[in-house]
């Protein structure tokens, strides 16, 4: 028997009340706020509605290219800009020579504007030598040209113009394909020189910075 002096345990759960514990199952099993749950719905109508919107539009272009979607084209145009020409035609000059036939009379926007003897090549023995002024619109480059007996020769000639120069630019020299010569491109005082060969032919063109390197790129010799 109970001592009915002794008070009994008193059980919350059969009474009713809630602990701690008790208190977070029941929030975590079913006790969500409702204004989460309409945030939910909302954003979920949101969604529905984005996808009918996308599905829409998709058919609404089917439609108007006849049932088939078609790649978008773009259209491109190549423009070709012509080489510029001389300011002025080339003068009535002296061509009775292989050496001076074969020099041409323009080179892209540059045209002979002076043709002499060339002091520079008799000096260094050339069998003959030329001086051309080739002028344009804004630039001339004289060009130097001489020939000799032997390719070796002019090889040394042209290492001698060459010199200790600083090359900017330098390689070989080729005609279809084949090396025929080299070319040295270097600046002296503020002006450029390009010295190159060909063979027997040694040709020195000097210019404003940047016009030789330009003028040898386009020298058919």
Do not use: H
């Amino acid at each position: 028997m109970t001592d009915p002096s002794t008070p009994e345990a008193i059980d919350p759960v059969a009474q009713g009340g809630e602990t701690t514990a008790s208190r977070r199952s029941k929030r975590a099993a079913g006790g969500e706020p409702a204004s989460n749950r309409n945030r939910r719905q909302l954003i979920l109508i949101g969604s529905v509605v984005a996808v009918l919107v996308v599905v829409a539009l998709a058919l609404l272009l089917t439609q108007r290219l006849g049932g088939q979607m078609e790649p978008l084209t773009i259209e491109t145009t190549t423009v070709t800009v012509p080489p510029p020409t001389p300011a002025e035609p080339a003068i009535e000059r002296d061509t009775s020579t292989a050496l001076l036939a074969a020099l041409p009379d323009a080179v892209i926007g540059w045209s002979v504007s002076d043709q002499v003897e060339s002091a520079m090549m008799t000096e260094l023995s050339a069998l003959e030598g030329w001086q051309l002024t080739y002028s344009g619109r804004d630039t001339a480059v004289v060009l130097q040209v001489g020939q000799w007996p032997e390719a070796e020769e002019a090889t040394a000639a042209a290492a001698g113009l060459v010199g200790e120069a600083t090359a900017t630019d330098q390689g070989e020299v080729l005609v279809a394909g084949a090396p025929v010569g080299t070319f040295t491109t270097f600046e002296v005082d503020g002006v450029e020189r390009t010295v190159w060969t060909n063979a027997t032919v040694v040709l020195v063109a000097e210019g404003p910075i940047g016009t030789t390197s330009t003028f040898y790129d386009a020298f058919p010799l």
